[in-house]
């Protein structure tokens, strides 16, 4: 196996920042109590950095926040999705039997949340290189469950006219999940069975 040297010219990444991120994350920022989106929320949130570390502008859509947020703080756009279950054999049960103690009742599956969406919204682009801060409730991160956020590239619209024969649009999300949260936030979370 050949070593390379680290001065050889063209060994960066022209389309990441940071070679060693991908080139959209999230960066946990931290816990605590804040504003509810709605009624149904519980006061206590995770604060994320949602981070371009690419050469072309992120956009994501985005919603008003409530008063009283945190400075720089925007709604992001996002999707609660449910993890899809494991593989399993047919006939072949891995997991142990529930433990039924005399008088207790089995638990409770937690209720999934639904995320952020609205018929009204706008969009926040961000920089190369640059982050948005913002924030869900502890309830959007589960075991059982994760968030999606889509995002598109903020690349400059054409000059000519729509073709008819040609249409769609790249989706892409940004999938995190409560086991991408450091360990003990990780053990904050509300259980979800």
Same mark, same amino acid.
């Given at each position: 196996?050949?070593?390379?040297?680290?001065?050889?010219?063209?060994?960066?990444?022209?389309?990441?920042?940071?070679?060693?991120?991908?080139?959209?994350?999230?960066?946990?920022?931290?816990?605590?109590?804040?504003? !509810?989106?709605?009624?149904?929320?519980?006061?206590?949130?995770?604060?994320?950095?949602?981070?371009?570390?690419?050469?072309?502008?992120?956009?994501?859509?985005?919603?008003?926040?409530?008063?009283?947020?945190?400075?720089?703080?925007?709604?992001?756009?996002?999707?609660?999705?449910?993890?899809?279950?494991?593989? !399993?054999?047919?006939?072949?049960?891995?997991?142990?039997? *529930?433990?039924?103690?005399?008088?207790?009742? *089995?638990?409770?599956?937690?209720?999934?949340?639904?995320?952020?969406?609205?018929?009204?919204?706008?969009?926040?682009?961000? *920089?190369?290189?640059?982050?948005?801060?913002?924030?869900?409730?502890?309830?959007?991160?589960?075991?059982?469950?994760?968030?999606?956020?889509?995002?598109?590239?903020?690349?400059?619209?054409?000059?000519?006219?729509?073709?008819?024969?040609?249409?769609?649009?790249?989706?892409?999300?940004?999938?995190?999940?409560?086991?991408?949260?450091?360990?003990?936030?990780?053990?904050?979370?509300?259980?979800?069975?």
């Amino acid at each position: 196996m050949e070593s390379s040297d680290e001065s050889d010219i063209g060994t960066a990444d022209p389309f990441r920042q940071d070679e060693n991120r991908p080139y959209v994350h999230l960066r946990f920022d931290h816990t605590g109590t804040g504003v !509810r989106f709605s009624d149904d929320e519980p006061l206590k949130r995770v604060w994320f950095r949602f981070v371009n570390n690419c050469n072309v502008g992120i956009v994501l859509r985005t919603i008003s926040v409530p008063e009283g947020t945190l400075k720089d703080e925007i709604g992001v756009i996002h999707d609660v999705v449910k993890d899809p279950q494991p593989f !399993r054999i047919r006939g072949v049960n891995t997991d142990p039997p *529930p433990v039924n103690i005399q008088g207790s009742e *089995p638990p409770q599956e937690a209720k999934m949340p639904t995320g952020y969406d609205s018929e009204f919204s706008s969009t926040e682009s961000i *920089p190369p290189g640059k982050s948005a801060l913002f924030s869900v409730p502890v309830t959007h991160l589960s075991k059982l469950w994760h968030l999606e956020i889509p995002y598109a590239f903020d690349v400059p619209t054409g000059k000519g006219p729509r073709q008819p024969i040609i249409g769609g649009e790249p989706r892409m999300v940004l999938i995190y999940s409560a086991w991408d949260l450091p360990e003990d936030i990780q053990r904050q979370l509300p259980k979800s069975r």
